[in-house]
């Protein structure tokens, strides 16, 4: 089964796609220790940093498979992100705005 979580930011109409709810496809909006970039045509910060607090609140059982392999290793667990991910640590729009 698939489900379908909005999460506009990267682009404004980006989203994840829940298999099975074991797996996220996260495309452009989270990437292994990092997220997408919102400074490009069509981005949006708050909407961005809006989406990775939709994120946190998954399974953390559930594994992260990125549209890109830009981190470490090619896919991770969201309970791994959640403790390695500063887009994902950043407790705050403001800290999250400043995140190179």
């Given at each position: 089964m698939l489900k379908f979580l909005l999460t506009p930011g990267h682009t404004p109409d980006s989203m994840c796609i829940i298999v099975e709810n074991i797996a996220?496809?996260?495309g452009?909006?989270?990437?292994?220790?990092?997220?997408?970039?919102?400074?490009l045509p069509g981005g949006n910060i708050i909407?961005?940093?809006?989406?990775?607090?939709?994120?946190?609140?998954?399974?953390?059982n559930m594994i992260?498979?990125?549209g890109h392999d830009y981190g470490p290793?090619?896919?991770?667990?969201?309970?791994n992100q959640k403790k390695t991910n500063k887009t994902l640590?950043?407790?705050?729009?403001?800290e999250f705005s400043k995140i190179p």
């Open positions: 996220l496809l996260t452009d909006t989270l990437f292994i220790d990092n997220c997408g970039r919102a400074d909407d961005l940093f809006n989406s990775l607090q939709k994120i946190k609140k998954l399974s953390d992260v498979y990125p290793k090619p896919f991770d667990y969201i309970s640590l950043a407790k705050n729009l403001d």
